[in-house]
């Protein structure tokens, strides 16, 4: 296989003369430069640039999809928490207030979770544009996913023993000795 110029000379686009200066250019430019450097060729540096630039552009889109898939995994498994867990609020009589945000909403609860509310064993979670009820174990659940999804949550109190504690009626004596 002959090289391009004397291809090029054959097929007689091109002379002798013109074949002969070219080679004598590129000597002088050989012979110009220091030992040791080498020839950068601008377009293979852009190219090399742009193909630099293209992968962080990639690699940065790639970051955001990814985040943006956690983020809607994480939704998922509060809205089926929420789902799972939530209380029957049908036969709700009495309204219940709470804040979200700067306003004041209002849902209809029985007397036992309005109780239950304000001990903070249940608490209120956003689900969409509606509010639901779950007990408290669920809502922290919910808040080491994400801590806005919980509306109204009251703090619980360590000495609170619920009334499923057979001793609650009774008082201890201060003057009792073991």
Sequence with gaps: MASL????????????????EVRNEKRKQRKQQPKGATTVNE??????????EKAER???????????AEKKAIQAQIR?????NRLDRSRGET????????????ILVNEQMVDQ????RLAIVALGDNYEIVP?????????RDESAIISMHARKQDDAGE?????????????MW
Excluded: H, W
């Design 5 to 20: 110029q004397e291809q090029l000379l054959k097929a007689g686009l091109a002379d002798e003369k013109k074949a002969r």
């Design 43 to 52: 377009a293979e540096e852009r190219a090399r640039k742009a193909r630099q």
């Design 58 to 68: 990639d690699r940065q889109l790639n970051l955001e999809r990814k985040k943006e």
């Design 80 to 84: 089926q928490l929420i789902e799972t």
């Design 95 to 106: 309204s219940y207030q709470f804040v979200d945000g700067k306003k004041i909403k209002k």
């Design 117 to 120: 509310l304000s001990r903070g």
């Design 136 to 144: 408290d174990r669920v809502a922290r659940k919910i808040m080491e």
């Design 164 to 176: 499923d504690d057979p001793y609650a009626g009774y008082e201890i004596p201060d003057d009792l």
